[in-house]
Nanobody, 125 residues
Framework: QIQLVESGGGLVQAGGSLRLSCAASPHTFGRGVMAWFRQAPGKEREFVAAISRTGDNTPYANFVKGRFTISRDNAKNTVYLQMNSLKPEDTAVYYC??????????????????WGQGTQVTVSP
């Protein structure tokens, strides 16, 4: 069974930083393309960033380019999302997702078959 567990969310002031972590099942991680999505109240879930199995392909949503960085540590079966220069509009529940389908990282939520429970990020003005 594939398990994803996010952590690292919390309350931060605008301009601050947070690092999210997502621990995955060991038998899954090395084969998976990983991604972060987010969902704000009353809005649809949206793509944030993704990372290929080898870490050399990392697409980002335009609204986080230059502020967020996705990375993975295959030895620890963990993917990270470093979030800097946070804005109030970044407030959302952030979800980790994985797909075992080979190929480059995708940006659609339907491309990912397994999801974590989410972690809340709140950015105050």
């Amino acid at each position: 069974q594939i398990q994803l567990v996010e952590s690292g969310g919390g309350l931060v002031q605008a301009g601050g930083s947070l690092r999210l972590s997502c621990a995955a099942s060991p038998h899954t991680f090395g084969r998976g393309v990983m991604a972060w999505f987010r969902q704000a109240p009353g809005k649809e879930r949206e793509f944030v960033a993704a990372i290929s199995r080898t870490g050399d392909n990392t697409p980002y949503a335009n609204f986080v380019k230059g502020r967020f960085t996705i990375s993975r540590d295959n030895a620890k079966n963990t993917v990270y999302l470093q979030m800097n220069s946070l804005k109030p509009e970044d407030t959302a529940v952030y979800y980790c997702a994985v797909t075992l389908v080979p190929g480059p990282p995708k940006m659609g939520s339907r491309d990912y078959g397994h999801w974590g429970q989410g972690t809340q990020v709140t950015v105050s003005p």
